[in-house]
Structures are given as C-alpha cells and as structure tokens.
C-alpha cells in the first residue's frame, strides 16, 4: 500500500507541473529501489553493495583485470593538473586578484592531509565501480601548531583550506538520495553498522557513463563479470579435482557385517558412523570418503579393516584448461572493449598514434583526465572560492596535461603481453570491435 500511495503522489506532482521554461517536465527515468538504492543493473547480484564487493574482487584477484587497471593508473598518475589563473577583463589590479586566486588553489593542492596523487588515484576508483565518492573536509589555514595533525596548515592566512578529500569505500554507499527532479542531494554511508548522511555540497561524484544521471555509472569490469564467474568457478574445480588425483579418495573397508547390520543403535552401527565420520575429514577440499565391504584375500579370507585410496588416471571428459583459457580471453576482450568504449565518449582530440585501437586507448585515458578536471572545476573549486568569499571572476581552474606519449606504447605492449600468454588471440581486433558494437547498441 504505501508504494502504491507514493507511485500516485508522484504521478499528481508530475500531473500538475506547468509547461513554464523553468519546470522540469519529463523524468530520466532512473530507477530506484527502497533506501535510495538504484535498480538499473539487470543482474541483482552486481546490484548496490554486493555488486560492489563483486567487483572489488574481480580487481583484486584476477591477474589479468587486475594488471590492466594499474597500468591505466599508472599512466594517468603521470598526468600534471596545474591551476589556469582566470582570464580577466579591465584593470591589472583584477588580473592580480586572479592571479593571487589560482597560486591560493595551488597552495592547498599541495597543503592536504595526503598528496594529490592519492586524490587522481582514489578518483580512478570509478574504473573498477562506475563511480567514485569522495567527501570534501576543509580546514582553517593558521599554521602549522594550530588543530590536530590532518588540521594543521603550512600557511596562516586564515582562509578556508583543503583538509582532506578522501574516498567514501563504494562497497559502504547503502544508498542515495535523489530529488523528484533526478536531482543527486547526497549519499547515505553505512559503516560498522552506523549510518552517515553526506550531502552533495560535501560530495565530489566521479562517474563512468552517467547514463539516465545514475550515481553509480557503469563499472569496466560490468561486461566481464559473466566469464568472469565461470573462470572463478572452474579454477576452483581444477584445483580441487587435481587434490583429487594427487590424494585420491579414501577408503575404508569393514566388515561387511557391519554395513548390513539395520540396527542403529547397535555398536557395530555406531563403530560405522565414527569411522565414515573419521574418513570424510581427511582433508581433501571435500568432505567425502568411502565406507565399503572389505575385500577377500587370495586365500579366500575377509581382509577385516583396512583404510585405502582410490587413485584415477587424472584423464578428464571435458579439457578444463581449454575451457579456462577460453573464459579468461572472453573476460580481457570484454574489459578491452569495453575500456576502449570511453575513447568514443571523450572530448579530447588526441593524435593519430598507431591504429584505431590504440587512438581509443589514448581517448579513453583522455576521457577519465577529463571526467576528473570537470568535476574539480565544477564543484571543488567553486565551492573553495565561495567558502573564502572570491567573486566568481577571479576563479581558476584546473587544466590537465595531455596523457604522457608512452601511453599508446604501453598500450601496444600490454597487447603483445597478453597475445604472448595466449590470453588475446590473432582475432582481437575483432572481437573487441564486436564487444565495442553490442555495448552501443545495449547503451
């Protein structure tokens, strides 16, 4: 009942907005669950904080997702973001202002609690996830014995400074808060089962493919979940099936009255159960074992107890390592593609460095630089400027340096690396294309 009361009092506010220039009309149409929680992933597993630990385990135990994200970092942490001094009109003693302005943003870059690196690092967090939360602190610039360590400032000035913008952990985000307009307000934090309500004000949101404005975006790691989970569950069957063959599985012979005796509660039942209990511990991944007849000697007497194992030739119906391979290529042709996919969506025009493919590496790494220069600019900057009571003319902004040349070099020899270690095939152009063409048909 209560849903449906909503559902009709978003219907009669919808009904009743006016067709003026300045009301909102329509709706991106973003789906949202109880608590704030957003409902467009169609597999619920990879939905809200569990997709989020899902993920947080693709990155950190697959070799191959794993190496591929740290290069990209590591060469978007080679990236410089200096501070552009607003572009003034009038009087030297504007330009001044302004100059004075963007060395103030540049003070308090390099006056947080941690370096800037960490802040460009923790912001690439949104490869893995889709997005990535970091909450603004601020401080008072008065010196070095003033407040505790993190509050601390190298200049006395009295004017509000960066403190800190630290990452708010993705697999923590229990929920946001969205207005009737699509609106993000803020997000709701649950961590050691307390719960905190960051406003957006304090909020800086990096996102991949914000589509319907959603605040988690799209993770990289999204198209490559499926290969992913079967490649997860085949290794583990590999190495428990190759325990197997090394252990073998045990056997425990008895006589054979006691396997025939329909008394429970007889001691040669009870003498059964401890040692099937006995036999089904010795560890071997499973809990399994044997309880059998004993066998005849060659003389023709029962061999009484005696403990054995059942050994195999180690020759499978199905070649498990081909099926592994042939995931582990799905999974980094997936990602590949779907990395490369934000070179389409980048607004930089980056230069002609080897083949298509490489140029969309290049963008792709252009479009994250990109998403992380808009985000200051828009919001941290502003806000830093309003909180210190700058008129909006003198604000600067921050102009990231193109991505280093190596790039489409580095990119060059993670293809031959993975071609080497037969990961990628002779025909992954193609098949990052196929997988580049299905996400634009699906977005």
Known sequence: MGAEI?????????????????????????????????????????????????????????????????????????????????????????????????????????DMSHPWSSVVSEALSMIPFGFAPLEINYKLRLGLAAGRGDQRSRYEDGLIGWRSMPLRGQETIAGWLIDEDGGIQGCVQEVDFQRFTIPIQKLLLFRVRARKNSPVGRSCYRGAYRPWYFLTRLEEIEAVGAE??????????????????????????ALAAKLFKLIVQVRRNQREGLLVPSSKRSDGSESGYRTRTLETNGKRAIDIDESIKRHRTNMAISFLGQFLLLGQDSRGGSRALGGPMINLFVRALEYLTGEIQDVLNMFAIPRLMELNGVPQELWPRIQRTPVPPESAETFAKILKLLGDANILPGNAKEMVEEVMEHELQAG
Do not use: C
């Open 244 to 269: 197997r063959d090394l252990v073998g599985l045990l056997v425990q012979e008895v006589p054979i009255e006691l396997l025939l005796n329909d008394n429970p509660n007889s001691a040669d039942s």
């Open 6 to 110: 909503i559902g009709l009092e978003r219907e009669s506010r919808l009904a009743n907005r006016s067709g003026g220039p300045f009301n909102i009309l329509g709706s991106s149409g973003l789906r949202t669950g109880p608590f704030g929680i957003v409902d467009e992933e169609l597999h619920t597993k990879l939905s809200g904080r569990r997709g989020a630990q899902i993920y947080l385990q693709m990155g950190e135990n697959d070799p191959v997702i794993s190496g591929m994200t740290l290069a990209v970092e590591a060469l978007i942490r080679r990236v410089r973001w200096p501070v552009r001094v607003a572009k003034t009109v009038g009087a030297s003693r504007a330009e001044k202002a302004a100059t004075r302005w963007a060395g103030f943003v540049k003070e308090n870059i390099g």
